[in-house]
């Protein structure tokens, strides 16, 4: 949603609260309401129907029962600046979605809502999906990236090794690179995850059910 949208949005408010959110409950998009203080007191239907969450729930938990673990920390710095210094607020994070147990990527924007006076009395937010729009950024990066790496690669063991570490670095929780031969044979040629001691875990256990001819 745009800034002008935001704008609306906040004109909106001002005029009729209950208008707003009547308004608000219509809109594909995620839209939330804070307190000067940044408390939110108000998440759209769209968001809670997402989320799973009833909207007592989704307010005493806040967006922090929300965001991606991984995205939390930057997104609450960026929010509490933006509190701090009462200018708008952007960033991209992930926000779970309940009934598919997955995470989508949103860009959320928030402006500061005045009184005559100039303190701040509301903020409002709105969160836009851009889940497609980011994923194929990140898998051009990807794509960018290994490329540089396989040709400065020696062989085919560094090849698997890079692709396995980029592939989590970039988009994954796991991979696993896995080789034939002539004979149909199959091996792991490298593997990674998020956790080193995951890779440790499944390396013993490939070591100790090692992948036979049959398999």
């Known amino acids: 949603m745009s800034e002008l949208e935001l704008n609306s949005l906040a004109k909106a408010l001002e005029a009729d609260a ?6 608000a409950n219509a809109l594909p998009n995620f839209v939330w309401l804070a307190r000067g203080d940044g408390t939110v007191t108000f998440f759209n239907d769209p968001l809670l129907n997402y989320t799973g969450l009833s909207e007592r729930d989704a307010l005493e938990r806040g967006f922090g029962a929300l965001i991606h673990p991984q995205d939390l920390e930057q997104a609450s710095e960026g929010w509490r600046e933006s509190l701090r210094l009462g200018r708008p607020y952007e ?4 926000l779970r979605h309940a009934a598919a147990d997955t995470y989508r990527w949103f860009l959320t924007r928030a402006l500061p809502v005045r009184a005559e006076r100039g303190e701040i009395t509301h903020w409002i ?6 889940d497609a729009q980011r994923r194929a950024s990140e898998i051009l990066d990807f794509v960018i990236e290994a490329s540089g ?3 400065s690669a020696t062989s085919v063991k560094d090849v698997c090794g890079e692709f396995a570490r980029l592939a989590v670095q970039r988009f994954a929780d796991w991979c696993f690179v896995v080789l034939s031969d002539p004979a149909a044979r ?8 998020r956790d080193p001691r995951r890779v440790r875990y499944i390396e013993q256990f490939l070591h100790k059910y090692p992948v036979g001819e049959d398999d």
Do not use: I, P, Q
């Not at 209950?18 to 308004?23: I, Y």
């Not at 960033?91 to 992930?94: D, K």
């Not at 937010?125 to 851009?130: E, F, R, S, Y």
């Not at 199959?186 to 995850?193: E, T």
């Open 91 to 94: 960033a991209e994070y992930r």
């Open 18 to 23: 209950a208008g707003f959110r009547m308004f």
């Open 186 to 193: 199959f091996k792991v040629a490298a593997l990674s995850h």
């Open 125 to 130: 937010g709105t969160a836009t999906d851009v």
């Open 149 to 151: 790496v396989f040709a």
